[in-house]
């Protein structure tokens, strides 16, 4: 079965960098776009990034562009997102999730993983 398993978050200061890693099983990674998306503490879940299957196209939500670097190893099975300058409002829970198509824009997929807690303080 499609299993998506994140890792790398935890609490870091504002302006400080994270790398959250996801590793992707039980389909073929290569054939399926990719985005995280995250769900800060009482708001509801937003998209942060999104690239292509083959990584030709990679699309960044307005509020991470310029801090965040979206990235895959289809070798690996494996998802990446780099992120720098961080602050107080990239608080949240950060989910790796397999797009349903290769639209790409907002929040579409149909798994997810459980998620990955980054906590930025002021």
């Known amino acids: 079965q499609v299993q998506l398993v994140e890792s790398g978050g935890g609490l870091v200061q504002s302006g400080g960098s994270l790398r959250l890693s996801c590793a992707a099983s039980g389909f073929n990674f290569r054939d399926w776009s990719m985005s995280w998306v995250r769900q800060a503490p009482g708001k509801a879940l937003e998209w942060v990034a999104i690239i292509r299957f083959d990584g030709g196209i990679i699309k960044y939500a307005e509020s991470v562009k310029g801090r965040c670097t979206i990235s895959r190893d289809n070798a690996e099975n494996a998802l990446y997102l780099h992120m720098i300058d961080l602050k107080p409002e990239d608080t949240g829970v950060y989910y790796c999730?397999?797009?349903?198509?290769?639209?790409?824009?907002?929040?579409?997929?149909?798994?997810r993983g459980q998620g990955t807690l980054v906590t930025v303080s002021s």
């Open positions: 999730a397999r797009r349903r198509s290769h639209y790409m824009e907002g929040i579409d997929y149909d798994y």
